[in-house]
């Protein structure tokens, strides 16, 4: 990879942008704009950047953020490890104050709406406009998971989807076709049978309880789960995930779990735990997030398994379904507190993480650049991990609709929490799938609206 080159296509220009803090909604609160400001730095331009990226994911960054700061002699970026997504948003929240805050920060999907609403974040759009910096080569899927009324609040930088991991050596053993896994959700009750009675295993598919799957099989079938165009058009006022859609989900996941077919995992904080039932082969398929898909194949494919062969399919949705899955992971915000010096400098250093080299380098998730993939880097990656490309499809295949853009709304953490618990008391307690639908969704227009009234 040729650093220097990169970075003299993306640029290093000497205009520095003024900071203004960002509004939140929809249509009850608006990002603000800036007009670019002239400034020229005294000396070298220190910046910190609140990652949460670990393992081989946080030396990738490390690596790539080493590169950059090598390359040139104007910025360097400091890389500060904060733990989880929820602890490096608590300690922005905390910090907002006093002022302590870096100049960028990573933060997960789910936190789009309260990420505008606390002020806290310079608009990237500002930047862009301000430029007038190229977005044509981005996954449009990407960045309009991150616009707030039109405008992009923060670069995507680490994109992931749900994909189906299977086992093609227990499916030949069922007489299934190993290269054709299943599609809908009757297809996965129908496979499953069919490995449960052909002894193959005692269960076909490992499920956690995680609304992150409902949430995307309900944008596969086409179905929002807010009003107001998935929060979208306007501030989100209730959850509209309990209709017919949402309800065949419910349903079909109790009745799974009551015939045998699948085996319920529970709550699963590591992520890991439905994976392991395939390893111990209580299992054979299973959902989890592509950006596990190399850790999940250097383990199952590590000769420890020698009965379990990976494949990966589409996440299976309802029969029918007009939707497609929602962007998932994070995205790089920079701070409006910070002097303009650093704001620009912030956004440097997005232009480096963003461009088509780095970003096929950054192939762990979804490059979020469409030329990406025809680097070497990217080949690379496909021709060692085949499977990563039916996550690259299945995302662009998605429709832009309000549905597969993904719900926007503030208490995303309470909202999945009632709909974690209305599935644990419908698994666990044998409650009735449309009354648990109904309650979580009572609970969560609830959340809503006393967030709403908080912030509005």
């Known amino acids: 990879m040729k650093v220097r080159a990169i970075l003299t296509a993306v640029g290093l220009v000497a205009a520095v942008m003024a ?23 005294s000396g070298p331009v220190n910046i910190s950047f609140w990652h949460v990226a670990t393992g081989a994911v946080q030396d990738t960054l490390t690596r790539l953020t080493d590169d950059f700061n090598a390359s040139q ?40 709406q309260l990420v505008a609403d606390s002020g806290a974040v310079l608009p990237v759009q500002d930047f862009i406009d301000a430029e007038g910096y190229d977005l044509s080569d981005f996954l ?33 053993k069922a007489g299934l076709d190993p290269q054709q896994p299943p599609r809908t959700l009757d297809e996965v009750r129908e496979y499953s049978q069919k490995i449960v009675d052909a002894g193959v295993a005692p269960h076909g598919i490992a499920l956690d309880i995680n609304p992150w799957y409902f949430e995307q099989m309900l944008a596969k079938a086409g179905a929002e789960f807010l009003n107001n165009g998935n929060g979208r058009q306007a501030r989100t006022t209730e959850a509209t995930f309990d209709g017919e859609e949402g309800l065949a989900i419910f349903t079909w996941w109790k009745e799974m779990v009551d015939s045998g077919l699948v085996f319920n995992v529970g709550r699963n904080p590591t992520g890991a735990d439905q ?41 299976p949705g309802l029969a029918g379904g007009t939707g497609g899955v929602v962007v998932s992971g994070g995205a790089v915000y920079i701070m409006a507190s910070r002097p303009p010096e650093e704001q620009q400098a912030a ?27 025809n680097l070497p880097a990217a080949q690379d990656v496909v021709a060692q991990y085949p499977q990563f490309q039916v996550a690259v499809d299945q995302l662009a295949a998605s429709p832009s609709t309000a549905a597969a853009a993904g719900p926007l709304l503030g208490p995303y953490a309470q909202v999945r929490a009632a709909i974690a618990s209305a599935i644990e008391e419908m698994l666990l307690t044998g409650k009735d799938p449309a009354a648990a639908l109904a309650g979580a969704a009572s609970q969560a227009s609830e959340a809503i609206q006393s967030y709403n009234s908080r912030v509005e």
């Open 19 to 41: 900071g203004a803090a960002c509004g939140g909604g929809e249509e009850a609160a608006s990002t603000a704009t800036t007009q670019p400001q002239a400034a020229t730095p």
């Open 73 to 112: 002699d104007r910025i360097t970026v400091s890389l500060v490890f904060q733990g989880t997504y929820d602890d490096n948003m608590n300690k922005i929240l905390a910090s907002l104050g006093s002022g302590d805050l870096p100049a960028l920060a990573q933060l997960d999907d789910p936190k789009t």
């Open 140 to 172: 449009p899927q990407a960045l309009g998971y991150y616009r707030v009324d039109g405008r992009l609040l923060g670069m995507p930088f680490n994109v992931t989807n749900p994909v189906l991991y299977y086992n093609k050596k227990a499916f030949e």
């Open 275 to 315: 994976i392991l039932a395939i390893a111990s082969q209580q299992a054979e398929m299973t959902i989890g997030s592509v950006s596990a898909l190399r850790t999940v194949v250097n383990l199952l494919q590590s000769g420890q398994y020698p009965d379990i062969e990976l494949g990966v399919g589409a996440l």
């Open 347 to 373: 956004w440097e250093y997005i232009k480096f993480l963003s461009s088509a080299e780095i970003q096929a380098e950054w192939f762990s998730y979804i490059p979020t650049r469409t030329s990406s993939l």
